[in-house]
């Protein structure tokens, strides 16, 4: 009796010192994981194999831990738009890539994206703070993206961008790396979607 009390007792340590070494640790960290971020089903598996649990304890993980990966999805699209400007194509794609299914993805992107033509302009203004664009350059560069053509066009109405200066900055980027003659300035201007005028302008602002 004494050794089956003995061998009780050893596997009963056994079997606290396993969950006080591997299981707390583990449901600590996956359920403090999910408290400040969202993961599709295999983003978390790699998250918790980059923190060194095997690929069966992850799965494990991911399998048992009770997430709505559509509720994820939404919680991670939401994140995206928090401080930037996607397209509803180009937030799905970016959910996918995050590891989540298209139905997810588009489950995500339904509830959480509320008005495109905003997120049309933010991302409009976004590109105009760090390049030049025309008119007709910019709805392109947002249709490029995944935005309609209505609503690329609503903000390259609504972003107000002086063309007249875009036409200049992008004459000053194109001669801060390459020469022009003023016709070839003109030329490459009107090519990115200025108006002659426009150009015109670009080119006489830049000493042309």
């Known amino acids: 009796m004494s050794g089956f009390t003995s061998s009780f007792l050893s596997a009963s ?18 359920l403090s994981a999910f408290s400040f971020s969202a993961f599709s089903y295999s983003g978390l598996i790699d998250q918790l194999e980059f923190e060194g649990y095997s690929t069966s304890e992850a799965t494990y993980a991911a399998d048992n831990c009770g997430s709505d990966w559509n509720e994820q999805a939404a919680k991670s699209a939401a994140s995206y738009l928090s401080f930037t400007a996607f397209s509803q194509d180009g937030l799905i794609d970016q959910l996918e890539y995050e590891g989540f299914t298209q139905s997810q993805a588009e489950y995500g992107v339904e509830h959480s994206y509320s008005d495109s033509k905003t997120q049309a302009l933010n991302s409009a203004n976004s590109y105009l703070s760090f390049s030049a664009f025309s008119y007709s350059g910019l709805i392109s560069q947002l249709e ?4 309609s053509t ?3 066009t609503y903000a390259a109405d609504n972003c107000g961008a002086d063309w007249n200066e875009q036409a200049a900055k992008s004459a000053a980027n194109y001669l801060s790396f390459t020469s022009f003659s003023r016709s070839g300035l003109i030329d490459q201007l009107e090519y990115e979607g200025f108006t002659r005028e426009q150009a015109e302008y670009g080119v006489k602002q830049n000493g042309y």
């Open 13 to 30: 340590s056994f079997l606290s010192s396993f969950l006080s070494s591997f299981f707390v640790p583990f449901l600590s960290f996956f």
């Open 150 to 152: 209505e609503d690329a």
């Open 144 to 147: 490029y993206e995944g935005y």
